[in-house]
């Protein structure tokens, strides 16, 4: 006997099947994704009896087909590791549901052990299951569990540990019977195919089963005697009914027949609890009071509290950065070594990324509530038949709301939480559209141009800025799904209401700790690639080297009207060269910082004991004193650190004008005229392609403003660009463009991990960018060519997309949805 054992969790969505994986694993657990599909690969171990057994949740799925991903990584799983023992985790309270997946697991031929979960909820509706019964009717171990109480967890390692290999169940299927026979019997014959049930398979290629005509094509030299008989036995069975659809039922019949002379009701006419509060939350006029009571507390929970959380954990990331400026080489006076810019920036971007680590936290552990209470699948029951006709899913609605919907989310985790989302389709319109909601970032930009040009409309251009995103977001979902996203699978559209259950604390806790690790891992691990290349566009070729003399000549100026400011001055021996006076300006940076992050004033107080104790020669330019010559000491050092951070300012604003990003700023001028776009907009945009906020920052940069002036930006862009002929209708054409624009570095990010592929990474930045650029240009030139003022043409421009959203909306009887069936969506 083998010390160490493969054992497979398989079985239905919400059977329980991640609690009882907790309650077999504990914390020993790592999660990933299969290769080339974003579906969880869940696994851990324990020790039973001497032996380590690895544990693989298989994804939730209700067939072995291959309808979904998730169905397809299941059954590859099963035939390609072939572990010694397959969990199947059962509902108890809705056997039948569950049990056609277990004859197919049986058909396979591997060793299965029935994990009969939710007991308690069983009992509670009533239901009195004979497990000696079931056991008989089955012939494979049935075991009780309440998984979400840590009930049953011995008995089942028991059962793990005691399981032997078994042979194939033969299930009738009546008329279709002789078939299966037959296509059993050749393949029985096939040395090739000897690793695989042949009954199973017979079974599959009844089905048309894609993957298992792959199959044989992959292990037969020639399959077509085989598929071509397994055609001709589909054709010649009688009746319109398909025999996927009659294999299906023969299973239904076998559950019925079952859970008839297996399980008693003692409670019949009896309401479950479940089928009551749905009659609350799932009413005509409730259910959406509801839902957007639930929404609203995800966002204000998750958005705004987590992000009131960001200031406990902001000091500690800016403690790290503050550790990695003392490890890496000293700052220079005018200009850094490359080492520590490089250092730091890539410490930035890490940082910006680990800021979200709260939101993701609290974001997670709510959506964890969601999925285990069971309210996520009613939120999708009453969404979904308005968004499918925009090519979209019920599930699209969380990503979208956490995204902002009207203001204040982030697409980071919006674009995170399209997980869930089991229709491929309808994900990857969900992933590639979440970016246009209205981000906290996308705001200040807005806010900056309405005060300019629309002091008069404020109201009303945000009321348009905020709901013209959702129109375009449905309205793009809608060409994408019918374009490059056509060909997409789609699963089919079961909607299965789960019974509600109180979820626990460690189930809850533990999947939003294991989520936000798999974040935390899949964007370290691409953002320092990103981050370098962002830095190389913005940093070289760099300043040229007259206007760099030029710089130098000032810092030198700066540097002698110091010395000059101290002569007589006896604190002066503490700086007699130019490297002691860095080491000054650097240390007296580095105290600044610290005290920024100080935690009180007693913290504060041994800041200053720690600084005067290393520093004793600096102490009377930094620390506050009261003798004269200190406080002489005090004001060159201040004025000097004044001039130091004006010409570091502006010599970063000349290397952003000089860099490869700002040359492509004004290369791009002859496209982006078009929208009225100079190239400090393309700079501003390209540089908020790193941050959404950097593009005011930036802008902040470019318009400038004279020493002694105390203007705001909104007066200094405001001047420049009335005397440069820009109007309202240049800044409707800028929002239009803004709202539109790729994701952020982070979403981008995000984007490249959700979907597992560069390729899309690059549509989620190429796509937006064509259609913004597009959207904005013609807004300009049409605006112009018919004189329309900014508000006119915004609100053209909103009527339009509104009356196009309305079109697409209009219900179209004479159309079925593909992947669709009729029939299954009252499910």
């Not at 009954?199 to 792959?214: G, N, P, Q, T």
């Not at 699978?489 to 460690?506: C, D, G, K, Q, S």
């Not at 490297?579 to 300006?585: E, G, I, N, R, T």
Request: charged share 20%.
């Amino acid at each position: 006997m083998s010390d160490r054992r493969l054992v497979a969790l398989a079985g239905q969505q919400n059977a329980g099947k991640s609690t009882l994986f907790n309650l077999l694993t504990g914390l020993t657990q790592h999660i990933a994704n299969y290769p080339g599909v974003t579906v969880d690969k869940k696994s851990g171990r324990y020790t039973h009896a001497g032996q380590v057994v690895e544990v693989v949740d298989l994804p939730g799925c209700y067939s072995l087909t291959s309808y979904s991903p998730e169905e397809r990584v299941a059954r590859e799983f099963l035939l390609d590791e072939r572990p010694e023992v397959v969990v199947n985790v059962l509902d108890a309270s809705n056997l039948r549901r569950g049990l056609p997946l277990t004859f197919q697991l049986l058909e396979m031929g591997v060793p299965v052990i029935v994990a009969l979960n939710m007991m308690d909820v069983a009992e509670g509706r009533g239901l009195e299951i004979d497990i000696a019964a079931l056991e008989r009717r089955l012939c494979v171990p049935v075991i009780a569990v309440v998984g979400r109480k840590g009930q049953g967890g011995a008995p089942l390692r028991e059962a793990i540990a005691a399981a032997r290999d078994t042979r194939p169940v033969t299930l009738n299927y009546g008329p279709l019977e002789p078939a299966v026979e037959e296509l059993q019997a050749l393949l029985a014959d096939q040395p090739e195919l000897k690793t695989y049930s042949a009954r199973w398979l017979a079974v599959k290629l009844l089905e048309e089963d894609s993957e298992a005509e792959r199959l044989l094509g992959e292990r037969l030299e020639n399959p077509h005697p085989i598929l071509d008989r397994a055609h001709r036995l589909r054709a010649n069975q009688p009746g319109e009914e398909s025999t996927a659809d009659r294999i299906a039922t023969a299973r239904d019949m076998l559950a019925a027949d079952i859970v008839g002379t297996c399980i008693t009701n003692t409670k019949t006419g009896h309401v479950p609890m479940s089928e009551r509060i749905d009659r609350f939350l799932l009413n005509r006029w409730l259910a959406p009071i509801f839902l957007v009571a639930t929404v609203w507390a995800i966002y204000q929970l998750s958005i705004v509290q987590g992000y009131e959380l960001t200031k406990v954990t902001w000091p500690i990331l800016a403690g790290f950065r503050n550790l990695a400026a003392g490890v890496l080489p000293d700052a220079g006076f005018l200009v850094d070594p490359q080492l520590r810019s490089l250092g730091l920036w890539m410490v930035d971007s890490a940082n910006t990324l680990l800021n979200y680590v709260p939101i993701f936290l609290i974001l997670f552990a709510l959506i964890a509530i969601l999925e285990d209470s069971g309210y996520m699948a009613r939120i999708a029951f009453i969404l979904d038949r308005i968004l499918n006709r925009f090519g979209l899913h019920g599930q699209s609605t969380l990503p979208f709301i956490l995204a902002g919907v009207f203001a204040g989310g982030c697409a980071v985790p919006g674009v995170m939480a399209t997980k869930g989302i089991p229709d491929h389709r309808a994900r990857m319109a969900t992933i590639l559209t979440v970016p246009f909601m209205n981000c906290m970032a996308k705001i200040p930009l807005y806010t900056l141009l309405i005060n300019i040009y629309f002091p008069n409309a404020k109201g009303l251009m945000l009321f348009y800025l905020s709901t013209i995103t959702v129109i375009a977001a449905l309205l793009v979902a809608k060409l994408l799904t019918t374009s490059v996203l056509r060909h997409h699978e789609t699963a089919p559209f079961v909607m299965e209401l789960p019974n509600y259950h109180l979820p626990t604390i460690r189930g809850v806790v533990q999947r939003a700790v294991d989520r936000t690790w798999i974040y935390i891992k899949k964007v370290g691990s691409v953002v320092v690639s990103i981050a370098v290349v962002i830095y190389v566009l913005l940093q070289f070729p760099g300043v040229p080297a007259e206007r760099q003399v030029a710089y130098q000549d000032r810092a030198e100026a700066a540097i002698a009207q110091f010395y000059a400011d101290l002569q007589g001055n006896p604190h002066l021996a503490a700086v007699s060269d130019q490297s002691a006076l860095v080491d000054l300006v650097n240390a007296a940076t580095t105290y600044r910082a610290a005290r920024l992050n100080a935690g009180g004033r007693e913290a504060a107080q041994a800041i200053d004991a720690r600084f005067e104790a290393r520093y004793p020669e600096f102490a009377p330019f930094v620390l506050r004193a009261r003798e004269a010559d200190a406080k002489a000491a005090a004001n060159a050092l201040r004025d000097l650190t004044t001039a130091r951070t004006t010409l570091r300012r502006e010599l970063r604003q000349d290397k952003i004008e000089s860099s490869f990003l700002g040359m492509i700023g004004r290369s791009l001028e002859p496209v982006t005229q078009f929208a009225d776009f100079d190239w400090k907009i393309n700079v501003a945009l390209l540089a908020s392609f790193a941050a959404r906020e950097s593009s005011v920052a930036t802008l902040g940069v470019l318009f400038d403003q004279d020493d002694g002036q105390n203007l705001t930006l909104e007066e200094r862009m405001g001047a420049e660009q009335a005397t440069e002929g820009r109007t309202a209708l240049s800044a409707v054409a800028l929002m239009l463009f803004f709202a539109l624009y790729p994701p952020c570095l982070a979403t981008v990010i995000m984007v490249r991990v959700q979907t597992d592929s560069y390729r899309w990474m690059s549509f989620s930045i190429v796509f937006p960018t064509l259609l913004g650029l597009g959207v904005a240009s013609a807004v300009f030139t049409l605006g112009s060519a018919l004189n329309l003022s900014g508000l006119q043409a915004m609100t053209a421009i909103y009527l339009l997309g509104l009356g196009s959203l309305l079109l697409v909306a209009l219900p179209k009887p004479w159309m079925r949805i593909p992947g669709r069936n009729p029939a299954e969506e009252s499910t």
